[in-house]
Each structure stands twice: as structure tokens, then as C-alpha cells.
């Protein structure tokens, strides 16, 4: 049985906020932190055979200055620089092959795929990129709870921060237009696109899919499935921490971010979704204060609209970035 | 706890063939009464805002003279006629969308996707071609027991003609190179290409991963995963009719095809697989007369090799077509 | 943890009912088609060592005037005609054996189990009527979305007709009173036998157990279990074909049909239903405009009230068919 | 993964049984005590509405002399008394209501059916009769380990001797013919009839369907399904007392009872069966010293042959019973 | 997902109690009944090897006069009598071994442990008591039916009568105060713990863990878990007897038990217990008439509050025992 | 189904060992690294209210100088030094309370529990120390595969170093006898230990009860459940470094530290047990070079022994300490 709420309360669904009061200046500090570090984005070709698309494997300095891999793939035959979509990555995957990617570069734009660090060996799509700060205390297993009791110290910080400097990176490089920039992703994807959509002003627009790290307490509250039943877990465990678990978990919840974005947004959800479930999302798209449509996939779960909705993704990246 | 033979048994197993006396006559007289209908291979420009391949909505006589649907991706830009390979599709799906088969065309091949009839709506890609031939009694739900007291009426018998007419289909085209033409699927669109391998003798290679309705009986014997439970499932309910659903399904038995064909080969195999289990995997390659080679995957199941083995597909691939 | 709505609510549940504008005209056309093929009943005896009733393998010309199987039962020495309870079979089973169908004969009343056709094959009892409508698309396994695009093409109505048909059937035999015939199912029997009461105005009653296909665009949208599930994935599928799934459908929901029904009518339903919830079919009974009561089982699932609720029938039965 | 013996293996098993030396004396000794109780049986006609049979509610004194239901349907109009098919109940069930019995009446049989004292309130059909002896400790869900630790106290000590005392209940009747009793039951009902085909010779035949208690310590080493896994639990607990249960449980294993037995037997068994594995099954059929038949139904799990097999069990008491 | 009620719905859920009429005369009259039994209470040295610990093998006569095992645990070297815990268990579980309970005596404190009738074989600690009482009548595996028609032979009026009868007991030791005396339990000891609070009225304070038998009626109507679905799946059989299953459990329900506590306790939930459900615990804990204090574990199920709840019961323990 | 070896098969089985030439090597640059740092034993007493027992919180010095959290509960009241059991944790555990460490102090002997770096937030015990060394790489979520690339970086060389140096800070608490030392654990408590007896030459003695990491790649080969399984899970997405994983694991096998061992052991399994299934802990006992006893439980699974078994270690540690 599927027991979130109907439709025309989720459309209508608008919680508190857990907004801590410095959020803005906890995100000033740390991305003028990591941007001490020099980007240093490195693009070596690498030989993938493809024909429609030159591969590069990348590397740059994400937080702390820590090596973070992507991809790079460039449509061959392009006449000047390329719009690129920065794309994100699901829970417990990583960058994976570059044929994994093919998609964007189809419609001649160019993508560039961020690694998240430390995950990439969860059974799906392989990564390459470690996450050189240790965990701060034990740890359930998966990220959700890597340095969960200071905010300086939580796992999302730093992939939050390698997203900003993912778009930066994919700046530099010169097939790629800098004023045409897309982020994208779904689930945890979808998390980090929110946050980039609200801390890089100057995107063309943000691809939020079924997104992760919002409304995260309810979340918590109303679900089992992971990776948000990480949190309970841990809490179950922890139980007279579970305050400042929430505490550090506010200066990640996309609630916030979704106040603050002011680019063009296509959101999605499936309104079968057990892992992201509807309330988290539709809380997420009716706080977010740039201009929005939602897809709503009344029969989907957390795979959500699947190639139909790449497709409205495609014609809203067209539209988007004038291309 | 897993508990199909162990590898190096696997490796040895050459079970008995169940080989109808007029099996090669059965499959001629099939065939032969296909081509009687005029193969009619219509390519229509589809538009699709892809920038690398051209798509052609497809649609040919299969079968009986239906029209059987399928997607035609040729890359833009090659000089003469390219490569293309043929594309058979897993249990349940179908022909899907167009940006779901950009992998060969970014490497510079066609591809040529057959849409699988009455298939196509089981949860994932979508299909768009009916099987206008009705069933001839009850049947348990899927396609497996369609027609499966008849060779003449079994639902394989048409979809494997479709097949062999795809492959017809595809030559046609003028951007094809019909020399260099490869069959390829997974599980049951391995399954297809295997028995495609025997029919169309001309064929550059054979791409045959996790392939199901091989060593059909004793696959039903150990397996209680569908689609071959769907066989268990019509065996229990038509208890006097077993043997006449196994002397059916000796027409179709992929170790039949193995011991005709010609053509090199590459398998694959995951070690973990219930739902095509290894040694009915095995048993396929070991009875291959062509020339073969099998990737074993020791930590996979069904899903097998993933894109790892898509890039020893296209190493193959390279290999065979010359390209 | 049980979740659909309490039983006080239940009983007050009065959704509105989706009625296409031409409802009555679709049915009325749908049978005359079907009444111009001849019945055709064939009532041939069947040797079955059976020593209570006489058993007859039944043929007649259901929808389309395609071959419908049967079985009629009779109780010996019954002196002049009995009354008969014409059945039918919930989702996936067949006519099965005679000795399937002793209750009613034992009571004294013929019994005339109708198959289902193309059904019969899903792991319980067997059927021997095949489908010869093919379908008109790709199909969700099972019957469900079988042509689901048109009202024409619709498996159900195909099904719905051969029990009209049924009903005329069981009228043609010597041993039966024509004028004392109750219709009887449970779930899908259940929805076959709403159908029927409204298309078949002088039935003396109707025995509605548990039914299926009664308000059911809310089921989709609270159950996952099959077959409603079906529908659940052809619309994940076909995404946009949703409202063009429903439009159909609305011809063949039993709220439709309950708001035309007169005849006196038992119903039942298990609290803990998860196949066919209870507010769907409290929605059935409470739109039901003939006289009705109803059976509440609260502890029992879909299986309903069991052998406990085939004595309310029996006894319902008696006041009903004066016997 | 089906995992038991091959077909080939399973018909050569012969396993040694686990026979105390004081076997016979202990059963000999426990129908003597017994039969000290006036048998007592009493015929009460119940009311059923039912037009082919008569019903009678049955109380009888079993082990202990106490008070044991059931229910007799005697076919009306059969001239003379008739055989009458004594029937025993699976785990859990009682002897439910009159209706579900009547299927050897249609066939001009009586039925006479024992309820399991204690049993009928696991789910399914419901039970009438007390088992007035408590436990002797502490005991695992179920009636498995009741008294378990001697053989004295041991709960299928009294079932067992109540199946015994159902025989001659039953021969008093004036409508059953005492010289054609059949006994018959599946799983825990298959265990008793192969235990009373021992203990009582002159039977016409007995029907033994996927028997329970048979290779007893076996099964509770293979299968981890209820109700051997009952036992399972019990050892887990009681780990200094598992010789002590097994020493109890061989008085009644039905291997030794099969060793003994010399009425003529119609087995089943289902090669899928998890919950009396089929190793179990074919020990006792290989053991089973009378003449004996042994239907094997391959796609089936404990629900056996279901009602092809009851029309085996037709033929094959026809034949026994001369009738 | 999780779908009681939200926190603050709980806090003020007051249902109306199911309470007859003679309950209090009903259980006046059982525990006048009881003590007519000599108690003979007998405290047997048995050898542990401890050195914290003397441990008693106790028996004392319980409902009936029946013998009732138990554990004494008394520190070493405490000087004078020690307050005690009596301490009652969670159902399907026994006694276990006295190192099973070294909580208590490590704060000084002695634990005196009753074993629970008939229990203790069900998978985790073994018991030693029969309950020599037989059921009345058809049972559902488990305790939960056993003798349910008649408040008098329930099997929770012998248990409860028992636990009473073991305070008493523990009082006539000569190393305990008989002035500090608690009560303990989480879920069927919680039950136990609350009926005791009620019916022994000088008790220093009781600890009633996740309480199970609490608001049965609503808990059988919305949790599909153990022990309440015992009750479920009864009343799915016995559909006739609903009422009066009911009407025995008001004589046992923790509600009426609750109104009639004067006792300081010390409750705990889990939000997610699926087993005791929340609105069944508050319904408890609001309706308790003595002092009390609520624990309240958002993210834990029916394991309640683990060690660390442990650590708050010895904080409430050490204020209400002045030790 | 169960389906490791039978017993008598386990007994005997005696698989060759992955030895690493420089295995001795590799340990022996471990312990005399991890010894440079200063081991820094810190006991601060903890208030508990305990009166059997002193509590100390704990910290030293483990692999690289880091901070390693314990608890050390020594009896009240011994006269002079007392022997010390030091006791590993299973695998996503952490120290807990120190209540839950109440057995081998009531034994009269103190217990050490080590902390596990960087676990118990895995949803039963929580734990108190970071493991301050990052990940390498991709991780699947657990520990088994942080680092698994290189032997110097896998977070068992780490645990088994932490543990290896927890003797050696039990030995030099004042109260603790150096000479009378046990090591304890179960799971990957039983790994530890087992190593530990291989390093720590003078041990009393060593409990190893169900013990993982044994029989590594067998056991990946054989079973699905964690934590094994998050082998098979990376080398599933690390196709390419399968044998690099194996390597590094070879110098974990506790085969090898089997081979290396003279202390007394005591070893348990559990017949049923998925997690360490009998074959891996059988190999593992079979290969022990010193003195061993084993104990088997027939029908438990990776719970083993349970409360039984904990006497049995009392008793064989009662013998060893000479206490």
C-alpha cells in the first residue's frame, strides 16, 4: 500500500524549514576555503575509441585540495565552444566508464562527470576517487554519516564543495562554454545540483531528479529505505545525539538551498518513491524560489521517469541553453 | 547460498542435446514461408535532436508479414556504407526510445534495434509492435507458454523469424554495409542472437550474453526465477502435457543452434546468475561450433559483465568487423 | 501495519464513479454483436465416476462467437429443473476438474462454471479456452492490459460478454430452470458477476465475493499487488497513454456497473485485502443500487470468508432461488 | 535453487531407520491402553442443507478416552452400507465444516473425517476438539515438541492413537461398510494414514500424500520450513536434550511404520517440496514394504498433484474398494 | 514506511478502555483462589561459579498450586536484606541461565527471575515450567488462544496469577527487603509488569518496557505482527467467537490494569515498533492512574531502548528502592 | 535448504592456504612499527554505580599511535592481580556500556573490551573511536574493503595491530594479571582473537567462537550475506582487481594465523550459520596448530552457542586461568 500523501497536498506541501541561522556563512567560508586551493583542473585525453566524442579523464582540487577524477567528453566536430551539463551522480556510485555518458553529447553538448569521492564501489558504476579525511567517529555504514556531529567535518561538505569546483573546472576547459553550464543529476544527484543550483548564481539551469537530502528529518521519520534510513540507524545508536545530528544535517538539507536558487529548475518524482519519498520532494520544488516546472510520475518509484524523462530533460536543457 | 556447479565443472559440462529429427527442416520451412512475404523494410526519419547519428523509425515484415517495429541509429558524418549491429532485447522489454541505443553508433557503427512483438510493456522499455497472432489455449502470463503446444504456434518461432528477418531488414538500408552485419542481445536477446547465429550463416560476429532458453528442461529443473519458471508454472497446471511442451521447446533450445553455428562468437556469463543459471550458459558455449570465447564474470549475476563487457563487446567487435 | 481506511468510513465511502457518456450505448451494441453468432450450446456428457450429479463438458459461442469451455453440472434425481449458479473464476485460473465445482450440485443446484478465456495457466486450476482476439499491443503479463487502448479491443469485454453468454447458456438446458439463475465469483468472479447483474436484469441473485475491477483507478493508486499491479506498470511504461488506459477502463469498472444492478445482490470483503482493498469494494457495494448486503470479514484477507462465507451464500442462495 | 536429490537418486534411496527395539511394544501397548475406553462413538445428524448426503457430527473416544470430533457424510440413496475413506487433516487444520468433505461422497463414498485434537486454529479450516493432556514443558509453537521428551507423552502418541480409534468409529456405523476402509491424508495427514496403514491391517488401501514425519532427523537437517523447523527451534534451545528428542521421535518416524505396513498405497510427492522434502518423501515410499504406487509430480511443491492427484486417489480406491 | 500515529497525536491518545464490569471481582477472586495454595517458596544453591552472585534454583507454587520456576540472584556481601527486581520475560522465552541476569545483582541489587509456564522453547532462552493446564480447545501456535473463550481458563490468568505469586515469593527469601520490591519486563514481561503494579499494590515502583497486551483489540486491527496476529489469525477462524475472544482479553487488557496502578513507573516506546505498536504503549502509559515517566526512542522498534534505556530503569530504580 | 558439507565432510576438510611468502615478514613490521609509539594506557575510572565491579574507561595507544577507546571492568574485592579477559567485538559493533560487559566479571575476572576503530554505529552497540586513517579508495559500505588494495592499507591490519596492543594495556593495569591473559570474540571478534593467538604467543588461551575472516575467497564464493558479501559486491564493480583483493586478504585469512598457533582454543559453529558458514570455520579449526576443542551446535546459525556456550568458555577458561 502507498501511504504518503495524495497529490494535491503535495503540490499544496510546504514545511518549516531547519534553516541554522549562519547557513549562508558557513557556505561563504567554506567554498572561499577550498578555493585557496589552486583548481588545477587537469583534461588528459584518454583513449575510448568512441567516434562521436574526444574523452578526457579528469582531475582537480575539490575540497582540501584533494584530487576529485571526472570525465570529460566533448562532442566531436563542434564549431566553437559547447554548452556542458555537469552531472552528478547517484548514491554509492562513481564516475564509471565514459560510455556510461554518452547521452548529452548525442544532443552535441558537452558533459563532464563528476566522481564522488569515497563512493563507487556499491555494486553499481565504479569510482576512482577516494576521500582522503577520515570519518570522525564510528560510522554506519555508507557515507550519511561521516563526520555527521560538525558540520565542518560532515562527508557532504566536502562532495558539496567538489560539485562547485566541478562546474568551475568544467569552465577551464576551452571546448566548453563557461556562460553555458547545466547541472544535473538524480537522487543524491539530484541533492548536489540543488546545492550547486543555489551556490553558483550564474548556471543556465539545474536537472533536480528525485532528490536526496531534502526535508531530511521527515524523511527519516517516514521511511526505511536507504540510504536516508543511514540516519536512523546511526541515531538509533546515538541516541542522545540525535539534536546535533539534525543540527549538522541543516546546513545540508536542500530545503534551504531550494529558498536560495534563482536559476531555471526542471524537478521530477515518482510518486511510488520509498527512498526519496514524495513529501521530501515536492517540499524541496514548492520552497525553491527560481523558476520551476515539476515532472510528476504518478506510477514510478525512485527510478522516476526513466528515458521519457531525459527526453523532457533534453528539450528543457534546449531551451535552456539556447542551443 | 550459491549452489550451480562450481567453475571448473562448468567448464566441462556438455549435457545432451534434446534435437528434434527435423529440426533444420522445421526451421527451413519457417523461414522459407517468411520470405514468401515481401520484407518491405520502411526507414522513416524520426526526429530526435540527436546530433550524432540519424534515427529511422523502422518497420518490416517479420514473421507471418507483420509489420515489426525497430529504431535504426546510423552515425553522421561516415564515408560509404558502415558496419551495423543488429540488436535483440531482453525478456519483457522493447524497442524503448532512441537514446537508448547510442552506444555502437558513438563507436561508429549502426545499430539496428528489433523490436520485440507483444513485448514491451513488463516495467522497463517500452515496445510498439503487437503480435497479431492470438495464443491457442491458456496461458500463464509472459510469452513463454504462447502457442507451447505446437512448434508451428509457438511464440519463439515467430520472434527468432523476426529475427533472421531483422538482420535482412537492416542489410537494406543504404548506409548499411551488409557484409559486416553483427547480432547481439542479452538473455533473451542472447538467446536471439544465438539462434541467429545458426540461421544466418553470413554474419561477421555474435554477440551472446547470459543467453536463456538454452538447456531449457534442466533449467527448469534448478531455477525457480522467471521467465523459465513461467515453463514450471504451465508444467504444474498441465501436468499431462509435459512432454508435449518439452518436444516444443526442443525447436528452440539454444543448444540446438550452438551445434550449427559458424560464426565467432563472444559469451558471457555471471557466476551468480538464477536467472540464466551457469550451466545452462555453459552448456551453450560448450556445444558452440564456431569459433568463441566466454567472459566469466565470478561476482555477477544476471545483469553480467555491465559495461566493462560492453567495451570487450566493442573490442570484439572491432576485431570482427574490421573497423 | 493495516492502512486503508476504518470500517465506519467504509461504510460512508462514495467515490465518484468515472462514467463515460456512452456506457449504455457500448454495451448494448457490444452484446447485440455477440447475440448474432448462433449459442451454439453444446452440452456433451462427461465420464467422471461422479455419483451425485451428471457432468456435462460444455461449448458454446461466446464473444465473437469464439468457443467458449464449460463445465454444468446437475444434481441426479432432481425432479424437473433446478435452479443454477452460473460461476466464475477469479484472476489466472480455468474451469479446472469437475470435481472442482461439487458445492452447489450438493446443495441441489446445477452449477455452470464458465472458463475464462486465455486464462487457466497461472498455476492453480487449468483452463481449455483460448483467446482468439490476439492482443493489439505489447502487454503487461496477464490479461489486464490486453488491448487496453480501446473499449472495443478490451480483453474484458470480450470476458464480459462470454458471461452474458453464459448465463443464455445455462438457460438452454433441459435440466435447468431458466428462470431461477444466480451469478457467482469471487475478485475477478467477483467483478464478472457485478457485471453480469447489470447486463442481465432478470437474474434471481447475485453472489459478489471480494471483487476485482471495481474502482480502479483508487486501487492503482493504493496497492501494489497484482493484478491491479498491471496496470500499475503499464502506465509506469506508457506514460503517456495514462488517461487513454482509463477511458477504457471506465467502461468496465463495476461502480458502472453497480449503479445499473437490481438484482439482489450478497456481497463480502476482508478487511485485510491488499488485491482488492476494502474501500474499493465497500466503493462497489455502496454505489450498488439493487438490494445488497454485505459480509465484513475483518480479519481475513483476500481470501475472504472462506467456507464459513459459502454457508451465508448457501443460505442467501436458498431464499433467493426459493429452493 | 531446487536442491534435493535427483529424480534417479531419490528413487534408489533406501536410508537406514531409526527403530527402538521396543518399537512394536510400545504401539501394541499404547492401542491396548486405549481400547480399555469404550470406543463410544455417537452420530449426531447436523443440520447442513445439503441434498446429497447425510452428515453426521461425530464424537468418538480417542487416546485417553477422550472426547474426539469429526464429521461423517454418508452419500444418500446408496443401497446397503458403502466403503467409507477415513480422512486425517494437514498441520494446523481442523476438521473445518461439512461442506468441505465432499468430494468421496460424489463419488458414492462416505467420508468419515477425524478432526486433529488441539489443531484447527493455525489459519485455515477450523478445529472442534480439545487435547485435554497439557504439555510437559516448556514447548515451541505448534504441537511438534508437545511432550516430545518420551515417547509416552508425545503428542502424536495420542493423534496417532486417535487415527487408529477414527477407523473403528467409523466400521460402527451402520451405513459404512466395516470391510472397505480407506485411509487417506496429505502431509501431517499423509503421516498418519501411512502410521495407521501399520497399526491397522486390514485396510483396503491407503492414500499417503506428501507425508510428514518421515526420516524425521533428516528433514529437520535439510529444510528450514515449518513444521520440522519447529523441532529445529526446540534443539536450538534444548541443546543437551537433542538425543532424547530424537529417541522420542523414532517411535513415530513414518519410515518404521512404512517398514511394517502391507495394505496397498497410492504415494505422492512433489519434487519442489520444501516443506516435507522430497528425500523424505521417497524414503518412506522406498521402505513401504506393501504394494504401493508413487505418483511423482515434478513442477509441484507441498500442494502435491492437487486435483489431478485426487482423481488418481479416485481410480486407485474404485480399484481398492471394489466399488 | 511508518504509519502509526506522530508523536504528538500519542502524547494525548486516550481510547476508551474495554473494561467489564467484574474485572476487579474477577481478579479478587483468582488471587484468593491462588493463595489457598501453600506458596513453598524452596531456594535451592545451585552452582554457578560466580563470585558476585549466590544463585537460588527457585520453585514456588503459582496459579493452581502449580510449580513455577525461577532464578535468585543475591549479591555477595551485601550487608542486611537487598531490594529486588522481579523481573518478568518477553514472550516465546524462558528462564534462560542465571548468567543471563547479572544485571541487577551488579547494582546490589537481587533479581529474582519467574519462568514463564509453557514457555521458553520458542528460539532464545530456554524455560523449565510446563503449564500443566491443557488448553480448552483448538489453539492458535502459541500461547495467545489458549483457553480464550473463558476468562477463567486463559492461559494469561495463570501467568499473571504467577507473577503475583513470585513477589510474594521473592519477599520470603530472608536476603531480601520485602519493603523494595520492583517489577520489570519489556513487552510480554511489560504486560506482566503492569498487571502486577496493579494487583500488588506496596511495590516500590514497576518498569513496564514496550507493553505488550495493551489496547489488544486495536492493536489486532492495525499491526499484522506476532504475538497480536496470533489473536488475528484465531479470529480469522473462529469469525463466530470474535466478541467473546474480546471479552475474555478485557479481563487481561494493560489498559484496565493501568487505571487501577498507583505504582512509580517507568514506561518506554519505540516509534517504530511494529510489534507493540505506539498508540498501544501510550494508550497504556496515558491511562496510568500512579506516577509515572515516559522514555520515548524515535528511532528504535521493539528492542526499545536498549542499554541505554537499561541505564535509565537503574537510575529510576536506585531513587525509588533508597539504595 | 542447507547445503554447506554434512558434518562428517566438515570434520575432515582441510583446504590449502592463500600464504603470502612474506606473511611473517609483513606481521612482524606491523607490531614492531605500531609498538614505536608509546602505548600511553590511560584507565579513568567511570562512574557506573556498579558494585561488583570497577569500571575504567580506557585509552591507548593502537596501529599508528592512535587513540583506542575501551572499557576494562576489574571485580571488587579480589585480592591481588586477577586474570583478564580480553574481549573483540563482532563486526559493526562497538564497546557499548560497560553494563553489557557484566559476565567474565562475575566470574570473578576482569574483562578488557576493545573498542573497534571506526564501527559500532551499525545499529546494536555504539562505539568511541574514529579510525583516523582514510579510506584508499572507493568503499563499499562497511569496512572489509577500506583499503583492500594494499595490505600496509587494509583497516584489518589496523584492527588486528589495535588488537594486539589491547593485551598489552590489560597487561599493565595494576589489577590484571600479565600471565593470565585470555583473548575472546565472536564473528570478527573471533577473527581477532584468532589472529591474537597467533601474534601473542602467551596467551592462556583463546575463545574463537564462529569466527570470520577465514577461508576468505571460499567464503565470497559460497554465501550472499554480509559481511563477505561486501567483498563479492567490490569485486563485482572492480572487476579488474579481483586477484589484487585476494592478496590482500591472504595476509587476514585466519588460515594462515590458524596455522601459526599454540595457544589453547576453544572454537564453536554453528551448522546453519550463512554468515561464517561451517566450511570457512571448520578450515579454520582444522588448520589450528595448537591444542583445540570445538564445539558444534547443530541447529544454530551464526548466533552460535549462545548462553550454553558461554558456560562452556567459562568452564575452559576456568581450566586455562587456573582460576
Same mark, same amino acid.
Given at each position: 500500500?502507498?501511504?504518503?500523501?495524495?497529490?494535491?497536498?503535495?503540490?499544496?506541501?510546504?514545511?518549516?524549514?531547519?534553516?541554522?541561522?549562519?547557513?549562508?556563512?558557513?557556505?561563504?567560508?567554506?567554498?572561499?576555503?577550498?578555493?585557496?586551493?589552486?583548481?588545477?583542473?587537469?583534461?588528459?585525453?584518454?583513449?575510448?575509441?568512441?567516434?562521436?566524442?574526444?574523452?578526457?579523464?579528469?582531475?582537480?582540487?575539490?575540497?582540501?585540495?584533494?584530487?576529485?577524477?571526472?570525465?570529460?567528453?566533448?562532442?566531436?566536430?563542434?564549431?566553437?565552444?559547447?554548452?556542458?551539463?555537469?552531472?552528478?551522480?547517484?548514491?554509492?556510485?562513481? +564516475?564509471?566508464?565514459?560510455?556510461?555518458?554518452?547521452?548529452?553529447?548525442?544532443?552535441?553538448?558537452?558533459?563532464? @562527470?563528476?566522481?564522488?569521492?569515497?563512493?563507487?564501489?556499491?555494486?553499481?558504476?565504479?569510482?576512482?576517487?577516494?576521500?582522503?579525511?577520515?570519518?570522525?567517529?564510528?560510522?554506519?555504514?555508507?557515507?550519511?554519516?561521516?563526520?555527521?556531529?560538525?558540520?565542518?567535518?560532515?562527508?557532504? +561538505?566536502?562532495?558539496?564543495?567538489?560539485?562547485? +569546483?566541478?562546474?568551475?573546472?568544467? %569552465?577551464?576547459?576551452?571546448? @566548453?562554454?563557461?556562460?553555458?553550464?547545466?547541472?544535473?543529476?538524480?537522487?543524491?544527484?539530484?541533492?548536489?545540483?540543488?546545492?550547486?543550483?543555489?551556490?553558483?548564481?550564474?548556471?543556465?539551469?539545474?536537472?533536480?531528479?528525485?532528490?536526496?537530502?531534502?526535508?531530511?528529518?521527515?524523511?527519516?521519520?517516514?521511511?526505511?529505505?536507504?540510504?536516508?534510513?543511514?540516519?536512523?540507524?546511526?541515531? +538509533? @545508536?546515538?541516541?542522545? %545525539?540525535?539534536?546535533?545530528?539534525?543540527?549538522?544535517?541543516?546546513?545540508?538539507?536542500?530545503?534551504?538551498?531550494?529558498?536560495?536558487?534563482?536559476?531555471?529548475?526542471?524537478?521530477?518524482?515518482?510518486?511510488?518513491?520509498?527512498?526519496?519519498?514524495?513529501?521530501?520532494?515536492?517540499?524541496?520544488?514548492?520552497?525553491?524560489?527560481?523558476?520551476?516546472?515539476? %515532472?510528476?510520475?504518478?506510477?514510478?518509484?525512485?527510478?522516476?521517469?526513466?528515458?521519457?524523462?531525459?527526453?523532457?530533460?533534453?528539450?528543457?536543457?534546449?531551451?535552456?541553453?539556447?542551443?
Amino acid at each position: 500500500m502507498f501511504v504518503d500523501m495524495p497529490l494535491d497536498q503535495l503540490r499544496a506541501y510546504l514545511p518549516e524549514r531547519p534553516e541554522p541561522a549562519d547557513f549562508d556563512a558557513f557556505w561563504d567560508r567554506t567554498l572561499t576555503e577550498a578555493r585557496k586551493h589552486d583548481l588545477g583542473a587537469v583534461f588528459t585525453p584518454h583513449p575510448s575509441a568512441l567516434t562521436v566524442a574526444d574523452v578526457y579523464d579528469v582531475t582537480y582540487a575539490g575540497y582540501g585540495g584533494h584530487a576529485i577524477k571526472g570525465w570529460l567528453l566533448v562532442p566531436r566536430g563542434a564549431e566553437g565552444p559547447v554548452p556542458c551539463v555537469v552531472e552528478y551522480i547517484g548514491y554509492g556510485g562513481g +564516475r564509471g566508464l565514459p560510455i556510461d555518458w554518452l547521452l548529452w553529447p548525442s544532443f552535441g553538448w558537452a558533459v563532464f @562527470v563528476m566522481d564522488s569521492r569515497g563512493q563507487g564501489a556499491g555494486g553499481w558504476r565504479r569510482g576512482d576517487t577516494a576521500d582522503p579525511e577520515p570519518g570522525t567517529g564510528p560510522q554506519t555504514p555508507g557515507v550519511m554519516t561521516k563526520g555527521v556531529h560538525d558540520p565542518d567535518d560532515y562527508y557532504y +561538505r566536502r562532495l558539496y564543495t567538489d560539485a562547485v +569546483r566541478a562546474v568551475e573546472a568544467a %569552465r577551464t576547459h576551452p571546448a @566548453v562554454d563557461p556562460g553555458r553550464i547545466a547541472v544535473s543529476g538524480g537522487s543524491q544527484g539530484g541533492a548536489i545540483a540543488l546545492a550547486v543550483s543555489a551556490l553558483v548564481p550564474d548556471l543556465a539551469c539545474a536537472l533536480i531528479s528525485v532528490p536526496f537530502m531534502c526535508h531530511i528529518r521527515h524523511a527519516t521519520q517516514i521511511t526505511d529505505e536507504n540510504p536516508y534510513a543511514e540516519l536512523a540507524v546511526y541515531c +538509533r @545508536v546515538f541516541k542522545d %545525539r540525535v539534536e546535533e545530528v539534525f543540527t549538522t544535517l541543516s546546513y545540508f538539507d536542500g530545503l534551504n538551498f531550494a529558498a536560495r536558487s534563482a536559476v531555471p529548475a526542471l524537478f521530477s518524482v515518482g510518486l511510488r518513491d520509498g527512498v526519496t519519498p514524495p513529501s521530501t520532494v515536492f517540499a524541496a520544488h514548492n520552497h525553491y524560489a527560481g523558476p520551476k516546472e515539476m %515532472r510528476v510520475y504518478p506510477y514510478n518509484g525512485h527510478e522516476g521517469g526513466e528515458s521519457a524523462h531525459a527526453m523532457e530533460q533534453a528539450a528543457f536543457l534546449r531551451a535552456a541553453l539556447g542551443a
